[in-house]
């Protein structure tokens, strides 16, 4: 009963753990698959509009010199659609790094260097449209460079510091997602040991529990039931007669003068003595009888099933294996005899009183020479006894 009362509750607390080990697994597989997917995730568009932008002074610079050179045609629809893009582009660029998460003084001056760099392509479309109208006489090449190559240069060192930054915040970023992945990992980890743990102690405290009550309920000398657990089993036995009505027997047994084995051979002798007979009693029992060690040499067997005669039956069995006994040791030589009082319980009784009259047994079979039987009347027997 205890056994399986533990094993029962070890099987939940396995499940339990299994359940709360695979919930903390999926919920870490989750975050790393959600953190791999996220980390970076952030500076990745911008780094490609970065990347693109890099292209703007590069194609100025082109446009601008295929100009000069005189390329035919000239390239002017090509600088108007560049010069025409590159500030949608900072605008662009300045709109994703406010909703970025990178600090503002990180990129708050390059972004000023694009914003004044696009503040004089004006002046550069207005040279490039003069440019396209003047005779080439008139046309001022060295102004339109000037003008041209320090808007590029400008673009060019802004974008190559901006991307440079973008990569290095990725880059932290991955890194404290690792560390925070880690901790994370550690934290299921430390909570999966601490339920382990846990839920351990609370098997062990049961399994000591269930020990524990199992000692409190079995007699330390003989390892027979004890008095607790002969009530306990009786009170059972009662509340199933009253659903199923059935016979119940009782056996009181007191060894005869025990007093001597003990003055003659001492006290462990007498121990013996004691572990010996409750091995003969446990012997003789159904398997259902429960056999208890009351106190002192005094013994009890509770019958379910059994009434007044088998009790009878039980008992003259053990009063004749009792005699039977060879004693071992010092106490070899020593003839054993037991008094039993036999009952069985009325329809109306409850524990107490069927222990009252197997004692009263018990006490005429001392009264009457020892080594003997004596069984209290049933009311069917008194009936048949007063007819
Ligand atoms: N060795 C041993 N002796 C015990 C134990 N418990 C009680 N006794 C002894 O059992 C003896 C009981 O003595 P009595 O009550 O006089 O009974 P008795 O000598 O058997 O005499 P009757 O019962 O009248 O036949 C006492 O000497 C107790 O010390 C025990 O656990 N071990």
Not at 12 to 18: D, K, M, V
Not at 156 to 167: F, T
Not at 320 to 349: F, K, N, P
């Amino acid at each position: 009963m205890n056994a399986a009362s533990s094993r029962h509750l070890q099987r939940r607390l396995q499940l339990a753990f299994g359940v709360i080990v695979t919930v903390c697994t999926l919920a870490l597989l989750y975050y790393v698959a959600q953190a791999r997917q996220h980390v970076g995730a952030d500076y990745t568009a911008m780094v490609t509009d970065v990347v693109r932008a890099q292209q703007d002074p590069v194609q100025l610079r082109q446009a601008l010199e295929s100009l000069v050179d005189g390329a035919a045609p000239p390239p002017l629809e090509r600088l108007e659609a560049l010069l025409w893009r590159i500030p949608r582009r900072i605008e662009s660029l300045r709109r994703q790094l406010h909703r970025s998460d990178l600090a503002a003084e990180d990129y708050a001056s390059l972004l000023e260097e694009l914003e004044r760099a696009a503040d004089r392509l004006p002046v550069l479309e207005a040279t490039v449209a003069r440019w396209g109208q003047n005779a080439p006489e008139a046309r001022s090449t060295e102004a339109l460079l000037a003008q041209g190559l320090a808007v590029e240069s400008d673009l060019a060192w802004a974008y190559s510091e901006l991307n440079e930054r973008l990569h290095q915040a990725s880059a932290d970023q991955r890194r404290l997602m690792e560390r925070l992945t880690l901790a994370v990992g550690m934290l299921l980890a430390l909570l999966v040991f601490a339920v382990g743990a846990v839920m351990l102690m609370l098997l062990r405290l049961h399994q000591q529990r269930e020990a524990m009550r199992h000692q409190s309920r079995v007699d330390a000398l003989t390892g027979l039931a004890n008095r607790r657990r002969l009530q306990e089993a009786a009170e059972e036995a009662f509340a199933r007669r009253q659903r199923h009505p059935s016979p119940l027997g009782l056996i009181l047994l007191d060894l005869d003068h025990f007093k001597t084995i003990n003055d003659a051979y001492g006290h462990p002798v007498g121990d013996g003595v004691l572990a010996s007979f409750a091995a003969t009693l446990q012997h003789q029992v159904r398997r259902g009888d429960i056999v208890a060690r009351m106190g002192g040499e005094e013994f009890a067997i509770l019958m379910p099933e059994s009434d007044l005669e088998a009790g009878r039956l039980l008992a003259e069995r053990i009063r004749l294996a009792t005699r039977a006994m060879r004693l071992s040791g010092q106490a070899a030589g020593h003839r054993l005899t037991v008094s039993i009082g036999v009952a069985e319980a009325w329809d109306d009784e409850g524990f107490d009183g069927l222990y009252r009259r197997a004692d009263q047994g018990l006490y005429h079979a001392k009264a009457r020479g020892r080594d003997r039987i004596e069984a209290a009347s049933t009311p069917r027997l008194s009936q048949a006894a007063k007819s």
